[in-house]
T-cell receptor, first 112, second 114 residues
Framework: QQQVKQSPQSLIVQKGGISIINCAYE??????FPWYQQFPGKGPALLIA?????SEKKEGRFTISFNKSAKQFSLHIMDSQPGDSATYFC???????????FGTGTRLTIIP | KAGVTQTPRYLIKTRGQQVTLSCSPI?????VSWYQQTPGQGLQFLFE???????NKGNFPGRFSGRQFSNSRSEMNVSTLELGDSALYLC?????????????FGSGTQLSVL
């Protein structure tokens, strides 16, 4: 019940296109859903996060869409750029929890 | 403000040896978590410390242990190394509980067990 399932495993998008990464969770107690971006040789860095009291959160070109009834959330990257090429992880936890449960990651490649 | 600092950056050990990894959290952060990252398993939670107390532990064998000092710095130790312990070990810090605070990661220690 602690799993977070992430898809696709890898994604290739043309520059200027929209990148979409999906995650699904099982534990209904989860109430905090962050996305992390990781470049080679670096640790994951928090990109954007959402709580289930809203269905969408936007920060610049990055948007999280959240569907509480379906227990799914997704990351949309608008106008994708080569600098966005990285591995993206979704994660979930709940208030009072000491750990994050991560998805398995999506390797995103933006081609010119 | 300095980020999370992990040392060493790379380690090469042989099977049966033990290893100690170090983590200095962001100044003022009292919570330190450790994660193991492998290509096959992704990021797996090892343990979390707050004010020198371990509050949560993941599903890893007892060969994996850690501690936190009074200045919030943390170490993790792996004894009797196995080939499968080869991984990137990530330390992360936060002000308080992960569910209510942002988590900041270091660049990790890449451990290779030969």
């Amino acid at each position: 019940q602690q799993q977070v399932k992430q898809s696709p495993q890898s994604l290739i998008v043309q520059k200027g296109g929209i990148s979409i990464i999906n995650c699904a969770y099982e534990n209904t107690a989860f109430d905090y859903f962050p996305w992390y971006q990781q470049f080679p040789g670096k640790g994951p860095a928090l990109l954007i996060a959402i709580r289930p009291d809203v269905s969408e959160k936007k920060e610049g070109r990055f948007t999280i869409s959240f569907n509480k009834s379906a227990k799914q959330f997704s990351l949309h990257i608008m106008d994708s750029q080569p600098g966005d090429s990285a591995t993206y992880f979704c994660a979930a936890t709940n208030f009072g929890n000491e750990k994050l449960t991560f998805g398995t990651g999506t390797r995103l490649t933006i081609i010119p | 403000k300095a980020g999370v600092t992990q040392t060493p950056r790379y380690l090469i050990k042989t099977r049966g040896q033990q290893v100690t990894l170090s983590c200095s959290p962001i100044s003022g952060h009292r919570s330190v978590s450790w994660y193991q990252q492998t290509p096959g398993q992704g990021l797996q939670f090892l343990f979390e410390y707050f004010s020198e107390t371990q509050r949560n532990k993941g599903n890893f064998p007892g060969r994996f242990s850690g501690r936190q000092f009074s200045n919030s710095r943390s170490e993790m130790n792996v004894s009797t190394l196995e080939l499968g312990d080869s991984a990137l070990y990530l330390c992360a810090s936060s002000l308080g509980l992960v569910g209510s605070e942002k988590l900041f990661f270091g660049s990790g220690t890449q451990l290779s067990v030969l």
